[in-house]
C-alpha cells in the first residue's frame, strides 16, 4: 500500500513563496510521474504542472514562471516551488502519483494512481 503525505501549505500574503512536498511510502517502483493539482472552492480540480522520472516537465498557462517543480527520486518526493503568489492561486493543492511497477519475476506490469490528502494554500490580498 503506497501513501503520499503532503506538507508546506499556509496562508501567505501576495507576492510570497511556499514550498510544497509530497512523498510517498512503499514501493513505487521508477517508471513514474509526478504532478500538482488543485482545486478551489466552487471549481472543478485542474492540473498545475508535472513531472516525469526523465525531467520533462508541464505547466499550466497559470504556473508558467512562478512556480517549479522538481522530484528527489531517491526520496520517493515530488517538491512544487510556488513563487510571486497571487490570490487567485488560493485552492487545495493536491499531489499526484501515476506510474506502473513490476510485480513478479515474469514481468507482470501493474499501473497506479496515488492522491495526496490535499494541502490548503490560502494567499491573501
Known amino acids: 500500500q503506497v501513501h503520499l503525505v503532503e506538507s508546506g501549505g499556509g496562508l501567505v500574503h501576495e507576492g510570497g513563496s511556499l514550498r510544497l512536498s509530497c512523498t510517498a511510502s512503499?514501493?513505487?517502483?521508477?517508471?513514474?510521474?509526478w504532478g500538482w493539482y488543485r482545486q478551489a472552492p466552487g471549481k472543478e480540480r485542474e492540473l498545475v504542472a508535472h513531472i516525469t522520472r526523465e525531467g520533462s516537465t508541464n505547466y499550466a498557462d497559470s504556473a508558467k514562471g512562478r512556480f517549479t517543480i522538481s522530484r528527489d527520486n531517491a526520496k520517493n518526493t515530488g517538491y512544487l516551488q510556488m513563487n510571486s503568489l497571487k490570490p487567485e492561486d488560493t485552492a487545495v493543492y493536491y499531489c499526484?502519483?501515476?506510474?506502473?511497477?513490476?510485480?513478479?519475476?515474469?514481468?507482470?506490469?501493474?499501473?497506479?494512481?496515488?492522491w495526496g490528502q490535499g494541502t490548503q494554500v490560502t494567499v491573501s490580498s
Open positions: 512503499g514501493g513505487i517502483g521508477s517508471f513514474n510521474t
Open positions: 499526484n502519483l501515476k506510474g506502473k511497477i513490476v510485480v513478479n519475476v515474469e514481468g507482470a506490469v501493474r499501473e497506479y494512481d496515488y
